[in-house]
C-alpha cells in the first residue's frame, strides 16, 4: 500500500468515525414524542391489554410503524429499556443504509469512490436526526435499500468491473422477505412494492427469458406469502385499509405540496446530475434509483407538513438517488475533460463531490446537534411533569383531551382523547378542513374531566394546536370548565405552555 492509498484510508476512517459515531453521540438525547405513541400501544399489548390506545375502547391503528410497536413489546417483555432499543435501531439501520448504498455505488464505481454517497448521507443533518428521533425511518431506509440491492444482485448485475451474470432466486426471495417487513414498518411501503414488481418485469434478462419468469414469480409468491397475513390482520383487527395517521395527515390535508418543496429545495441538484447518468445508462437499474422519489412526491403532495420536518418521510428515495448522482457528476467531468468515465481521476472526483457536499448539503456541527437537542430535552421535561400532575390529581378512570398524545399517555393510565387525531379514528372518520372544528364543538359536549391545551409563544404571538385553537375561548368564556394550572418551559424567543383545564364542581346550594 502506497503513501497515498494510505492517507486515503486514514482519511476515510476518521470522516466516518466523525460523521456517525460522534454526530449521533452529540444527538443521542434528541427524542421525538410521537415515539411514546408506539411504546404505549406496545405496554399495553405487552400488558395482555391488546393493541389498543385506551383499554376498553375500539381499536385504532394510531401508530404507523408495526415492526417497531413489536420491537418495543420485545424490549418490555425482556425488560429492557424501550427507548434506547428504539433509537440504538435507529443507529444500527443507518449503518446498514450506508453498507446498501456502498454496495449499490459499487455496480458502478470502486471501493474507494463507492464510498462517496455514504458520506454525503451522513453529512445531510436530517439523515442523522431522524436516525436518533426513536422512530423508524433509518430501519425502513434501511430495508428500501437493501430490498433495491437485493434486486440487483438478482437480476445478475455484479460490482464494478465484473461482467452481468445470470438470474439469481435467492438474493431475489431475500428481497421479497425484506420489502415485506418494511411493509410492516411503514404503510406507504405498498405503493414501493408494486413499483419494484413492475420494474423487475421491465428490467428481465433478454437472453435468460426462460430462466427468469419463473424466478420473477418465486419473487412475487414470497412477497405474497409474507406480507398478505399481516395486511389481512390488520385490516380485520382495525377495520382500515390505512393507519389512522394517514387518514389524518396525509389525506385530511388541504394545503399541497408542502413537503415536496422542502424535498425539491434539498435534491434538485442531486436530480440535474442524474438526469446525464440516465440519458447515458445502457440498462434500465436507473429506474429503481430515481422513480422512488417520484412516488414520494405523489404520494406526500397534501400532506401536512407536521407529518415530518428535515424530509424524514423521503429519506429512503434520497438515499437510492445519491448514487446516481454521483454517476452523472463523474460522467459530466468526464464529458468535460473529454475522457471516458473510467479515466476520470479519482482525486477529481473527490474534490467536485466536496463541493457539491458544501453548497448543497445541509448539516449541523457537533456542537449545533448539542444545542438542538436541548430543546427537546425540555420539553421531555415538561411532559414528564404533566403526566406527574396528572397522576397526583387525577383519578385514573378521567377522560383526558390532549393534543401532544406522546410521552404523556405512555406514563399515565388515563384514557386520552387526541385532539391532533392520530389515536382518534371518530375524527377521521368523514376527513375535512372542517374535522377540528366538528370535533372541539362535539368533545364540549361529550365534557370530559380533563382538557390540557397545547400552546407555542413565539414573538408574542400564540399558536394553538388546530382543535385548541378551536377550544381555548371557549374554555376561557365558558361556564363549564376553569383553568386548574399552567406547566410550561421557556427557551430563548418562544415559550411552550400546557394549560390544563377541569370541570367545574357545582356550587352547593344551603337551603
Not at 100 to 128: D, H, K, N, T, V
Not at 167 to 178: E, G, K, S
Not at 306 to 313: M, P
Not at 411 to 421: P, T
Request: aromatic share 16%; proline share 6%.
Amino acid at each position: 500500500m502506497s503513501i497515498r492509498q494510505l492517507a486515503m484510508v486514514i482519511a476515510f476512517v476518521l470522516a466516518f468515525l466523525y460523521l456517525f459515531v460522534l454526530q449521533l453521540q452529540a444527538v443521542w438525547p434528541f427524542t421525538i414524542d410521537d415515539m411514546y405513541i408506539s411504546l404505549r400501544y406496545a405496554r399495553h399489548w405487552a400488558s395482555g391489554i391488546g393493541l389498543l390506545w385506551n383499554m376498553g375502547e375500539p381499536p385504532v391503528e394510531g401508530y404507523s410503524n408495526f415492526s417497531f410497536v413489536l420491537l418495543a413489546r420485545m424490549a418490555l417483555s425482556l425488560g429492557l429499556n424501550p427507548v434506547i432499543v428504539l433509537k440504538s435501531a435507529g443507529a444500527l439501520g443507518l449503518l446498514f443504509t450506508c453498507v446498501a448504498s456502498y454496495l449499490i455505488s459499487r455496480f458502478w464505481f470502486s471501493a474507494r469512490i463507492a464510498l462517496i454517497p455514504c458520506f454525503w448521507l451522513l453529512l445531510y443533518r436530517g439523515e442523522i436526526l431522524w436516525t436518533i428521533s426513536g422512530l423508524e425511518t433509518a430501519v425502513y431506509q434501511a430495508l428500501i435499500c437493501w430490498v433495491v440491492l437485493l434486486i440487483f444482485k438478482g437480476l445478475g448485475y455484479r460490482a464494478y468491473p465484473e461482467p452481468k451474470g445470470g438470474v439469481r432466486r435467492l438474493p431475489l426471495i431475500m428481497a421479497a422477505v425484506l420489502c415485506a417487513v418494511a411493509g410492516m414498518t411503514r404503510p406507504e411501503a405498498p405503493a414501493l412494492m408494486i413499483l419494484f414488481i413492475l420494474l423487475i418485469a421491465m428490467n428481465r434478462p433478454q437472453p435468460e427469458k426462460r430462466d427468469f419468469w419463473p424466478n420473477f414469480i418465486i419473487f412475487c409468491a414470497s412477497l405474497f406469502i409474507c406480507f398478505a397475513p399481516y395486511f389481512l390482520w390488520r385490516w380485520h383487527y382495525y377495520g382500515r385499509f390505512f393507519p389512522n395517521s394517514v387518514y389524518c395527515k396525509g389525506l385530511s390535508n388541504h394545503v399541497y405540496f408542502g413537503l415536496d418543496k422542502h424535498y425539491l429545495n434539498l435534491v434538485w441538484p442531486f436530480i440535474l446530475l442524474a438526469i446525464p447518468a440516465i440519458w447515458r445508462s445502457k440498462d434500465r437499474r436507473h429506474y429503481f434509483l430515481w422513480l422512488p422519489s417520484v412516488v414520494y412526491t405523489v404520494l406526500l403532495i397534501g400532506a401536512d407538513t407536521v407529518v415530518a420536518f428535515a424530509n424524514r418521510l423521503f429519506l429512503p428515495a434520497f438515499a437510492l438517488l445519491l448514487p446516481l448522482s454521483l454517476l452523472g457528476l463523474r460522467g459530466l467531468i468526464a464529458c468535460y475533460l473529454r475522457k471516458k468515465q473510467d479515466e476520470v481521476d479519482a482525486l477529481i472526483l473527490y474534490f467536485a463531490a466536496f463541493l457539491l457536499a458544501f453548497f448543497f448539503i445541509p448539516a449541523m456541527t457537533l456542537a449545533e446537534y448539542r444545542e438542538f437537542s436541548r430543546y427537546p430535552q425540555a420539553g421531555e421535561q415538561l411532559r414528564h411533569d404533566v403526566a406527574v400532575w396528572l397522576e397526583a390529581n387525577t383519578p385514573v378512570t378521567s377522560h383526558v383531551v390532549l393534543a401532544d398524545s406522546g410521552l404523556v399517555p405512555y406514563y399515565s393510565q388515563r384514557k386520552f382523547i387526541d385532539s391532533y387525531c392520530l389515536n382518534n379514528a371518530e375524527m377521521t372518520q368523514d376527513p375535512s378542513p372542517l374535522m377540528y372544528e366538528r370535533f372541539c364543538k362535539k368533545i364540549l359536549q361529550t365534557k370530559p374531566e380533563i382538557i390540557i391545551l397545547t400552546l407555542l409563544i413565539e414573538q408574542g404571538e400564540m399558536i394553538y394546536t388546530p382543535a385548541d385553537a378551536c377550544l381555548a375561548p371557549l374554555l376561557k368564556s365558558g361556564k363549564d370548565y376553569q383553568p386548574l394550572v399552567s406547566l410550561s418551559t421557556k427557551n430563548k424567543d418562544s415559550e411552550y405552555r400546557y394549560e390544563i383545564f377541569g370541570q367545574k364542581k357545582p356550587r352547593l346550594i344551603n337551603r
